[in-house]
């Protein structure tokens, strides 16, 4: 069995390539806190996530680092040689499954309407449906997480 599920936030932006059959790819590494005992140094991972096709593209649109997301997926190894001939191993995490933990901005005004708009840009008008902007493959959360 080669199952994953992380929960952690994006440590930079999604990056999305396309294959030559124009299939978008995303990229990007997500923080998980590691369990410690009390006292000690807090550390934590940071997986690299692959993302294909239509989530991938979604993922670069909505997702800015910070964001939490939880990714469910498979564990994928590679190898390849680096510019001086030497051999480099990669560990992945291929998701099949992203779904995103926290929208950011404020609940009370709509706040997915905020979501991934540079700091600079002007508020947009407020829609007349505040789940309109919630991609369609993810549902928002309105209950607390159970853990």
Do not use: H
């Not at 396309?18 to 790819?25: D, I, P």
């Amino acid at each position: 069995m080669n199952s994953v599920q992380l929960i952690g936030r994006l440590t930079r932006d999604p990056e999305v390539r396309y294959t030559a059959s124009q299939m978008a790819v995303a990229t990007f590494t997500i923080a998980i806190d590691r369990p410690t005992r009390a006292g000690e140094e807090r550390k934590a991972d940071f997986p690299r996530i692959t993302v294909f096709g239509r989530q991938a593209e979604t993922c670069e649109k909505y997702l800015t680092k910070g964001r939490k997301v939880a990714i469910e997926g498979r564990i994928q190894t590679g190898s390849y040689q680096n510019k001086n001939g030497e051999t480099v191993y990669t560990t992945d995490v291929v998701a099949n499954r992203v779904e995103f933990i926290d929208w950011g901005g404020d609940r009370q005004d709509g706040g997915y309407q905020n979501y991934a708009r540079p700091q600079s840009a002007p508020a947009p008008q407020r829609q007349q449906e505040p789940d309109a902007a919630v991609p369609p493959a993810f549902e928002a959360i309105e209950d607390d997480v159970p853990f």
